[in-house]
């Protein structure tokens, strides 16, 4: 279906009562930037409680599957679905037990003013979608890269923005380890990289790899595990912060991302790790963050700042509830804004994060959190 349409963690207290002081309205606003301590020229954001604008055709949104922004600064959602409960897609049934609500297409292109552009997706002839939606990535060309985690899921598949097929990579079901030269196994995302032409996958909840495809004809040209070794499917139990780092990624590799300089990028979820890597697969540096964190790890998905250089780079940590905002070149952690919690500028499992060529900085939750949020950069 295509439908178109025309910082540091602890508040000061005088931040609370100053704002207890403004008035309710203008606290929400500002929750993003003053719920933590920034340092000195660290960037500031502000929650906007106008953004997205409200869904039409009594649509609802599911749990936050992936989150991207274009080349257009348009806003690309892909949300679950199937995770909404029965009385949330009350109007769905039939007959409907309410007046609202009913699910919203999985994919949906928003602008920086909320307004929703077009929205599809779902099964279709001549490709197999996923059972639960996992990724999503807009390429220069305007090709939109879906992908998928479910138990099942073991394909990426490619659409244009308007929603049409191009092609898909892997098949589900099948799935044959981490050193597969053709098989994919659970993907949480995948990434076109236009200067090389190749298709970067974090592969992912079943696999423990990054792989690097062709972009245009799915051919393999390498993958690397955790330091650049060879992936190991041992299972690694439980992550424990008193034990030797783990040589190998434990499922789930959540993201990889690519900055402007080739330096690429990994989520290493579960051990609470940013592995940095070359295009080649070689190893370069890794950075901890919140190493104390058990169950189900700190770094879940990564953006980097408009500038040029990408001086700062932005982690959403779904089980602390935070952004944290890095130094780039180092790992340092500047600041950090948001907290467990359902009022705006806060999270429940913060699960995606995506940012525009003005600075702003979009976010999607999962599990019970279901929604989408806009962070407005504040100037320096």
């Known amino acids: 279906m295509i439908i178109r349409m025309n ?19 203008l606290s929400i606003m500002l929750i993003g930037s ?17 953004w997205p604008k409200p869904l039409p055709n009594q649509w609802v949104l599911g749990e936050i599957g992936g989150i991207a922004v274009d080349a257009r600064d348009h806003i690309w959602v892909y949300q679950r679905p199937r995770s909404l409960t029965d009385d949330e897609r009350g109007a769905a049934h039939d007959p409907p037990s309410s ?35 996992h ?66 996958i974090a592969d992912g909840y079943g696999n423990r790899r990054v792989l690097v495809l062709d972009a245009t004809t799915g051919a393999y040209k390498r993958h690397w595990g955790a330091y650049g070794n060879r992936p190991d499917d041992t299972d ?4 424990d912060p008193a034990a030797p780092r783990a040589k190998q990624f434990r499922a789930t590799v959540h993201c990889v991302r690519i900055a402007h300089d080739g330096l690429v990028y990994v989520c290493d979820r579960l051990n609470n790790r940013i592995q940095v890597f070359q295009r080649d697969g070689s190893f370069v540096k890794e950075y901890l963050l919140e190493p ?22 932005y982690v959403a940590d779904g089980t602390n509830s935070e952004i944290h905002i890095l130094l780039r070149s180092t790992g340092e952690r500047l600041s950090a804004f948001g907290r467990s919690g359902r009022q705006a500028g806060q999270f429940h ?25 806009k962070f407005k950069r504040l100037p320096d």
């Open 7 to 25: 910082t540091r963690r602890n508040q000061a207290p005088t931040c609370e009562r100053w704002l207890r002081a403004l008035g309710l309205a």
């Open 34 to 50: 003053c719920g933590s301590v920034s340092a000195a020229g660290v960037p500031r954001f502000a929650v906007d409680i106008n």
């Open 99 to 133: 007046k609202c609500c009913r699910p919203a297409p999985p994919v949906l292109e928003f602008d920086a003013e909320g307004n929703l552009l077009s929205a599809w997706g779902g099964p279709g002839a001549g490709f197999e979608w996923p059972e639960r939606e």
């Open 135 to 200: 990724g999503i990535f807009v390429d220069a060309n305007d090709h939109v890269w879906i992908a998928g985690n479910a138990k099942t899921d073991a394909q990426v598949l490619k659409f244009t923005r308007d929603g049409k097929f191009v092609q898909q990579f892997g098949r589900a079901g099948r799935t044959s380890g981490s050193n597969s030269p053709t098989d994919l196994g659970r993907p949480a995302l995948a990434i076109s990289d236009i200067a090389t032409g190749e298709l970067y």
């Open 236 to 239: 690694l139990g439980n992550y």
């Open 292 to 313: 104390k964190t058990r169950h189900v790890g700190s770094v879940w998905d990564i953006a980097f700042s408009e500038d040029k250089e990408q001086r700062y780079m």
């Open 349 to 373: 499992w913060v699960h995606g994060i995506a940012a525009d060529s003005k600075g702003n900085i979009y976010t999607g939750e999962v599990d019970s959190g279901k929604r989408v949020q």
